[in-house]
């Protein structure tokens, strides 16, 4: 699985004004939890980006005092007004302790209904699963292949070994619609068999 390395540095000082401070220098604070103790730290935004800006799940890995912890991305809050970065949250993973994390869907197949003239609709992209650290991956794959004409596939569709899906079990995942263009051959078709 994909990883990025954060260099931090510990905080010191907490409260608004060193906040402040921080983020004047382009820094952004954070904090890593979820272990045996929460460690507070701050890091360039820039080494944020890859971690932030991306649709990916993957890891971090932030080296703070000499010490290397290894996360996912919980939390994100921005700016209100200027739309940067404001602070981070970080789960450190426990190799005995079971997380929550969002994975992406990855589909793959080409859909029965899509080669009968349908469209597909992929209506969710992402699960949320609580499993074992060592059991996170960058995506699961949805296998869109048996997906019919006016068919859908369900959360509780879904096959993630060794992860237990949070997502309600009926919520559709993807469906294939009739296009108009197909609905109106299939209207000539009726209207010419009276």
Do not use: W
């Amino acid at each position: 699985m994909k990883t990025i390395t954060i260099e931090g540095h510990l905080r010191t000082e907490n409260g608004k004004k060193a906040t402040r401070q921080l983020r004047s220098q382009e820094m952004v604070p954070g904090v890593i939890y979820g272990g045996s103790a929460e460690i507070n730290f701050y890091a360039p935004a820039k080494a944020f980006k890859s971690l932030v800006y991306t649709p990916d799940f993957q890891l971090a890995e932030v080296n703070v005092d000499g010490k290397t912890y290894k996360t996912i991305l919980k939390d994100l809050q921005f700016d209100k007004v200027s739309d940067a970065l404001a602070h981070v949250d970080l789960l450190e993973l426990v190799e005995d302790k079971k997380v929550v994390a969002t994975i992406p869907l990855k589909f793959t197949g080409a859909a029965k209904g899509v080669k009968d003239g349908g469209k597909l609709i992929t209506k969710i992209n992402k699960l949320k699963v609580k499993t074992y650290p060592k059991y996170l991956k960058e995506s699961i794959e949805v296998d869109l292949t048996p997906l019919e004409l006016n068919g859908n596939i369900r959360v509780e569709d879904v096959k993630a070994d060794n992860m237990e899906i949070m997502n309600s079990p009926r919520i559709p995942i993807a469906s294939i619609v009739m296009t108009r263009q197909l609905k109106q051959e299939e209207a000539k078709g009726d209207t010419g068999k009276k």
